[in-house]
């Protein structure tokens, strides 16, 4: 069922439907672990940087 017809079938306007979505995801978002929001960060070895054979260039 595409957004539209569901807000069609409930008497509401999509405006109304894609705000209240957005509000349940900040919420799912801020009932998180706060150690589950920072990326790690992974060393990358020096050598790996200068080399030739780069799979980043």
């Keep these: 069922?595409?957004?539209?017809?569901?807000c069609q079938e409930n008497s509401i306007a999509k405006a109304n439907?894609?705000?209240?979505?957005?509000?349940?995801?900040k919420a799912?978002?801020?009932s998180l672990p706060a150690e589950t929001m920072e990326p790690p960060i992974v060393p990358?070895?020096?050598e790996l940087m200068n080399s030739e054979d780069s799979a980043f260039e």
């Design 1 to 6: 069922m595409s957004v539209s017809e569901w």
């Design 17 to 25: 439907y894609y705000y209240r979505m957005s509000q349940v995801r």
């Design 28 to 30: 799912c978002v801020d």
């Design 44 to 46: 990358v070895p020096t």
